[in-house]
């Protein structure tokens, strides 16, 4: 699937036709992902050209590409990262901006929005599957949009399923309750407070590539696999302005 405005939710299923059409959709004449002598779509189908190709500077020789990358091209095939999440949230003084959302109960990282602009300006398409996530070799598997793939955390009351955690402790659950409806009254970070759950967030809907607006608390780190050791924060203690717990 792919982020597009007229499709429906936002999002449009990458079918032949929508390939063909990438020029009359994006009133561009450049398009053409694929090659119109054998109608085969252009893929990055090795390491280099995944790498070359998913990144903002693009080589003019992978323009025109659907990049695709795959997990065998991660050391061993795996790819590690610690995340440093408040056990118990405190509310940030103002609202912080998001870089790196956090994570879901499966362990899948929830990523920022995805650059679209600057993908689609090197004429490329990064495809996501059915449960709004792709692969790089930077993050491995990480989501861009919340489905009901992520949605595994069911509630009791009927509210919205658990989708994982943001780095600023606060759940993050669906976007519907299990009737179908969504939850009304959300701030700028959309988030809301119940008696069950105190502070939370509802995801965004897939087509609005987010997950949350901004967050409502304070965050302490996030790093990579050469970080600290057992999850402990760096030497010197937290950034200034976030919560250790």
């Known amino acids: 699937m ?11 299923e990458l079918t032949g036709n929508f390939i063909q059409d990438l020029a009359v959709t994006y009133n561009d004449t450049n398009w053409q992902v694929y090659d119109p002598t054998t109608g085969n779509v252009r ?15 693009v080589a003019d020789e ?3 590409y659907c990049v695709q990358c795959e997990m065998e091209y991660l050391e ?7 995340y440093l999440i408040p056990v118990t949230p405190i509310p940030a003084d ?33 495809a996501f599957d059915d449960c709004g996530g792709h692969i790089n070799t ?12 992520a949605a595994v955390g069911t509630q009791d009351d009927g509210h919205s399923a658990l989708l994982g955690y943001a780095l600023d402790g606060y759940g993050i659950y669906a976007m519907k309750d299990s009737d179908g409806n969504e939850a009304e009254g959300l701030d700028e970070c959309r988030g809301i407070t119940d008696d069950v759950r105190g502070y939370h967030y509802h995801a965004a809907s897939p087509g609005e590539n987010m997950f949350v607006g901004c967050f409502h608390g304070k965050t302490v780190a996030s790093t990579d ?11 010197g ?9």
């Open 2 to 12: 792919w982020f597009y405005e007229n499709g429906v939710d936002g999002i449009v």
């Open 43 to 57: 893929i990055t189908d090795t390491q280099i050209a995944c790498e070359a190709a998913a990144q903002p500077n």
């Open 62 to 64: 992978y323009n025109n």
């Open 76 to 82: 061993d095939g795996v790819l590690s990262a610690t």
């Open 94 to 126: 103002v609202t912080g901006s998001v870089s790196q959302v956090g994570i879901a109960l499966n362990g899948t990282e929830l990523s920022a929005p995805a650059p679209v602009d600057d993908i689609l300006s090197n004429y490329t398409i990064a």
């Open 138 to 149: 930077h993050q491995g598997y990480h989501y861009h949009a919340a489905t009901d793939c």
């Open 225 to 235: 696999a050469g970080g600290p050791a057992d999850g402990e924060p760096p030497a």
């Open 237 to 245: 203690g937290p950034p200034t302005g976030t919560a250790p717990e």
